[in-house]
């Protein structure tokens, strides 16, 4: 017959914070992990003094879709993939700025930007004002600028680069 041994052994304090530690330490990990993947900044509503100084700074200049992550398409704009933008020179007494839209695969469209007071600046597109909103921003460095557009319903961003 065989015998059984039974030896116990003792976990000293040492061990025992050690242990402690890192099971916090994972269950953090597992808690909080998919939270920085998964969340996206709100697209905040600008002032009207701000909304309209971000007009101003875009007129004239051109702006090319950052594809590093794909092209993607926001289905609010009937699932189109904007590869460019570019805007006029002088922002319209409406207060709207004009500008042309390169689409992949299709014909260029016309489109405009226009600041409203509850939404922000929104996107227009063929003159229907669209569930898309924009927003500009600028590296800490100033080197990079980025106009951002999400879709209301689908939360869906592409990302433009100043060209």
């Given at each position: 017959m065989e015998e059984k041994s039974e030896e116990k052994t003792t976990v000293t304090t040492g061990q025992a914070i050690m242990?402690?530690?890192f099971f916090l330490v994972m269950l953090f990990i597992?808690?909080?992990?998919c939270y920085g993947c998964a969340y996206q900044s709100p697209l905040t509503v600008v002032g009207t003094e701000e909304g309209h100084a971000t007009l101003v700074r875009l007129a004239g200049t051109t702006w090319r879709l950052?594809?590093?992550?794909?092209?993607?398409?926001?289905?609010?704009l009937y699932g189109l993939v904007i590869t460019d933008l570019a805007f006029?020179?002088?922002?319209?007494?409406?207060?709207s700025l004009n500008m042309v839209m390169e689409v992949?695969?299709?014909?260029?469209?016309?489109?405009?930007?226009?600041?409203?007071?509850?939404?922000?600046?929104i996107l227009i597109y063929n003159t229907l004002e669209t569930l898309v909103?924009?927003?500009?921003?600028?590296?800490?460095?100033?080197?990079?600028?980025?106009i951002t557009f999400r879709g209301g319903d689908s939360n869906i961003q592409c990302y433009y680069l100043k060209i």
């Open positions: 242990l402690s530690s597992f808690a909080f992990g950052d594809t590093e992550a794909g092209e993607p398409d926001i289905p609010e006029e020179e002088e922002v319209n007494d409406d207060g992949k695969g299709k014909l260029p469209v016309q489109g405009a930007l226009r600041y409203d007071e509850d939404l922000g600046i909103r924009a927003s500009w921003s600028s590296s800490k460095d100033g080197k990079t600028e980025t």
